[in-house]
């Protein structure tokens, strides 16, 4: 390890232990703020939640938050700790982000797939051409495709990585930043609805005979059930990425990269993969261009915001306990 990597392992794990438990509390307390906001939503849009679908996440998270506790307290290891808990909090923030998708799916308005070609065109970005190719090209279409699936295996490694190695308050900057793009890419996708390319375009199959894109039809009948008020029950096992703009695959593309960033051996692994992921959004997720810029933008906004608010919080915690333990001493 060179001299800059072990000065950044330091930074990163550069967080009094007295705080962790401070810590794991300040990002549950988060995400019961956002089930609160996912359950008032669902209401308003005459939403319900299939009760048996939300027991596997239900049991995944208390499960690991049990282990994570047994490592903060009975046999203390902080490493161990807020890995478990980061991996459970993912868990819960997924599970809500995605209820919280449908519930504004289904108040959503007026379609702006028409904008958002025109912007592309504006760009000089073609994503009838993109298409093309990659079918002129059904290696790389694959490859891609095989990158744009990772997600979920990503999202499990990128917790295990920073924590194991010690990364402990990236470990907490990586759930926190995931909330909030997860947040505002939701909010945002029932302000600017859309189908996505595919049903704009009104292709078929056919029209792209060498390529399998992931999702390319699989989200439409959930977001016209919604629209036309006909699904009306949300099972947590048959949820599917939903929204248009902004990407958040594109989102999530570049936290894995950032956050893979910071340990030497998954550097460039974790950079290549992402790239490849991005790349292959607007094929395999059917999202315009302009998508997955803005998924890109708004993962590099919440980065920065989860480091700042992380950080203050800290500092906070750190001073609050400060004249407990001058009183300790003294006494």
Not at 182 to 190: A, D, E, K, P, Y
Not at 300 to 323: E, K, Y
Request: include cysteine; hydrophobic fraction near 55%; charge should be positive.
């Amino acid at each position: 390890m060179s001299g800059r990597d072990q000065k950044s392992l330091a930074a990163q794990a550069h967080t009094p232990a007295s705080d962790v438990p401070n810590a794991r509390a300040r990002l549950w307390f988060a995400i019961l703020v956002l089930g609160a906001i996912t359950t008032l939503w669902m209401r308003v849009a005459g939403l319900t939640v299939d009760l048996p679908s939300a027991l596997p996440p239900a049991l995944a998270c208390a499960g690991l938050e049990l282990l994570a506790t047994f490592y903060l307290t009975r046999r203390p290891e902080p490493r161990f700790a807020v890995t478990l808990s980061g991996l459970a909090q993912i868990i819960a923030v997924s599970a809500f982000a995605g209820l919280l998708s449908y519930a504004v799916a289904a108040t959503g308005g007026p379609l702006w797939d028409g904008t958002f070609q025109a912007l592309d065109k504006a760009l000089g970005l073609d994503w009838p051409a993109y298409l093309h190719t990659l079918n002129d090209h059904p290696k790389l279409g694959s490859a891609l495709s095989l990158a744009y699936q990772s997600l979920m295996p990503q999202m499990i490694l990128v917790v295990i990585v920073l924590g194991f190695s010690g990364r402990l308050s990236a470990v907490r900057d990586f759930v926190l930043a995931f909330m909030i793009a997860g947040l505002i890419t939701v909010l945002l996708s029932g302000l600017m609805p859309a189908m996505g390319t595919y049903m704009h375009f009104g292709l078929h199959p056919g029209d792209f005979p060498e390529l399998s894109p992931v999702a390319a039809y699989t989200p439409l009948p959930h977001l016209s059930g919604l629209r036309n008020g006909t699904t009306r029950i949300i099972s947590l096992a048959e949820i599917e990425g939903i929204i248009t703009f902004p990407s958040f695959h594109a989102a999530l593309g570049v936290l894995f990269a950032r956050f893979f960033w910071m340990s030497r051996i998954t550097r460039w692994p974790g950079l290549a993969v992402n790239a490849m992921l991005i790349a292959a959004t607007p094929i395999d997720g059917g999202h315009y261009f302009v998508d997955v810029g803005a998924g890109a933008l708004i993962a590099v906004a919440a980065i920065a915001a989860a480091r700042i608010l992380n950080r203050s919080a800290t500092r906070r915690s750190v001073m609050s306990d400060a004249p407990v333990a001058l009183t300790a001493t003294s006494a």
